[in-house]
């Protein structure tokens, strides 16, 4: 029987952070025992760690499942996975091999927990199609008035968003959102999730995801998602020196999560770091 650990991540309680599935030896699993063991779970992802390297110990090859599919690369499962190993192994120094490339983890031990530092791949943001945005702002049903100052653009950190300001606090609380035609529009367009996010100042972001593709209505915290905001700020010119910005998350769904984005306008490359907790 397959040993499957369950953690939430981005949160220091139970009670908040968006939950993940981890099976730290999945060498035996065929794709099909591991999209059935996703789907069993039922959370947004769960991460197989499918092998690990002999010659160095602390890298291993990891891939993620969300209850319908393979997808490429999942930032909450991996802060998740590497806090479990970390509890299992010691704190250090982990790479992950995975379909977007090589991910480099940094674990480091609290008096209260465990956090995992995310250094994602190369990022990139490009403007987004204005007949995509109407398709989107259709399924969200808002307007184009509904939209901030920020553009609509596609940004990658793993895997590819469309990014949307929300023009008020007031509308990001409040989603609504057709499901089937999002998610048609989304598997239309590869993209993984959409980021609609709030800019309270330059330190502090609110965002929420909606995540029809993976089959539940949105995540409460996205790490990949987050990534990805980091390079569309860095390519929007929003970042002119080295930054730390605060990610709220979840708060509308009653699972708050905090992540923590590290910009460099010099590289794109962007770390996102968090807590993660095993669930009871």
């Known amino acids: 029987m397959t040993d499957v650990l369950r953690y939430t991540a981005f949160s220091s309680t139970p009670e908040g952070g968006n939950p993940a599935g981890i099976v730290l030896d999945a060498t035996r699993l065929s794709d099909e025992q591991m999209q059935s063991i996703a789907a069993d779970v039922g959370y947004s992802e769960t991460a197989f760690v499918v092998d690990r390297s002999a010659a160095e110990p602390q890298r291993y090859t990891v891939r ?17 996975t590497a806090v479990a190993l970390a509890l299992r192994d010691g704190v250090g120094s982990l790479w ?4 977007v490339g090589e991910i480099r983890v940094e674990t480091t031990a609290h008096d209260d927990g465990i956090t995992a530092a995310v250094r994602s791949v190369p990022t990139r943001s490009t403007p987004a199609a204005p007949d995509d945005v109407r398709r989107a702002l259709a399924a969200l049903r808002w307007d184009a008035a509904d939209l901030g100052d920020l553009p609509p653009h596609v940004a990658f950190g793993g895997n590819d968003h469309l990014v949307l300001d929300a023009g008020s606090r007031e509308r990001l609380a409040n989603l609504d959102y057709d499901f089937e035609a999002l ?15 709030y800019v309270e100042s330059d330190a502090v972001i609110h965002a929420r995801n909606p995540f029809p593709v993976g089959g539940v209505v949105e995540d409460p915290a996205t790490g990949a998602a987050a990534a990805a905001l980091g390079g569309y700020l860095r390519e929007l010119g929003r970042v002119t020196r080295p930054a730390r910005i605060a990610i709220h998350q979840g708060d509308d769904m009653g699972r708050p999560s905090r992540l923590t984005l590290e910009v460099d306008p010099d590289d794109p490359r962007v770390t996102v770091s968090g807590r993660a907790v095993p669930l009871a």
């Not at 993620?64 to 998740?80: D, I, K, M, N, R």
């Not at 992950?96 to 379909?99: K, L, S």
């Not at 529009?185 to 999730?193: A, G, R």
């Open 64 to 80: 993620y499942f969300s209850p319908l599919a393979e997808v490429p690369f999942c930032g909450h499962a991996t802060v998740a």
């Open 96 to 99: 992950f091999d995975t379909p």
């Open 183 to 197: 998610k048609a529009l989304m598997t239309e367009k590869q993209w993984t999730t959409l980021q609609l996010v």
